[in-house]
């Protein structure tokens, strides 16, 4: 029963890592929205995000001269997948280590 719950302790550490990267590569998309830009922008802002760990690093979200409305909306989304992330880990770190601690 707990290695089930370590398994999708990483299953959601995963989903939201991957949403928060993709909700800040977006956000830094629509921010950019003037500037013209290829269509793989976004994919390669994701993928950068994800490699720099900054869903797990960044708090806050950047804020840009956009509407305060979205700003505010993308924020409060940003800090639930963060504080999310974390939970996640610390889940699996107290599970792992009962998980070690059974074994003996």
């Known amino acids: 029963m707990l290695m089930l719950l370590l398994y999708g302790s990483f299953a959601l550490l995963f989903v939201l890592y991957v949403m928060r990267a993709l909700l800040m590569a977006g956000y830094d998309n629509l921010n950019l929205k003037h500037i013209q830009r290829n269509n793989n922008s976004v994919m390669r802002a994701w993928v950068q995000k994800m490699l720099q760990l900054k869903p797990i690093t960044q708090m806050k979200l950047n804020p840009r001269s956009i509407d305060h409305k979205i700003h505010v909306r993308f924020q409060k989304k940003a800090t ?12 699996i770190l107290f599970l792992a280590a009962k998980i070690y601690l059974d074994a003996f």
Request: glycine share 8%; aromatic share 42%; proline share 0%.
């Open 80 to 91: 639930l997948y963060y504080y999310g992330i974390w939970a996640c880990l610390f889940s």
